[in-house]
């Protein structure tokens, strides 16, 4: 039986029986262009699949948290990277079906509380751990279009040279990533 508890939903495993599932490759989301006005921009989530003769396109997003945790600078959104996009329609007891848009997405964890690096003056996040990476919400928590940058170890204390760490780029020119990646 399906019921809810703190903003989740759990279903039983009959009800997954006559479920339909539908896999999406790009959402569009709603960002603010640098005059205010609101610009849909495509984003794109290939999972282990090549985009256009390249490689897999995996694009980052801002989720909405919970206000809770705000996470400073971050204003309760935290970049995650979408990893799959689907929708699943539920039958119900009474025989009507239920839409659910929903995405797999790699999470991450603010450093320094969601605060800018003093030095960097962004935020940082780090990919979480494997056992809680991945996680599955509804695709109307997505706020925005993020934009990330890997931070490159500069010293061999990771192992394999690099860093788990990101660099949230804030100062990003919508305008231009717009242009960049709706193509």
Partial sequence: MKHKSCNKTYISDEQLHPMELFIYH???????GLNGEHISQMRRCTGSQNWRRGDRRNNWMC????LARC????NARLPWQLQQLFKINLQHEDGAFVEYWLAL??????????NLNPVLKFVQVRKAPAAVALQVFSVGNIV?????IPEIATS???????????????????????DMYNY
Avoid: F
């Fill in 26 to 32: 790009g959402i569009k989301v709603e960002v603010e």
């Fill in 105 to 114: 997405v790699l999470t991450t964890i603010p450093q320094n509380s969601g």
């Fill in 63 to 66: 989720v909405k948290q919970c």
């Fill in 156 to 178: 061999g204390q990771t192992g394999d040279g690099r860093n788990k760490r990101l660099i949230v780029n804030s100062h990003i020119d919508l305008a231009t990533s717009n």
């Fill in 71 to 74: 996470y400073a600078a971050l």
């Fill in 144 to 148: 925005c279009s993020a934009h990330v």
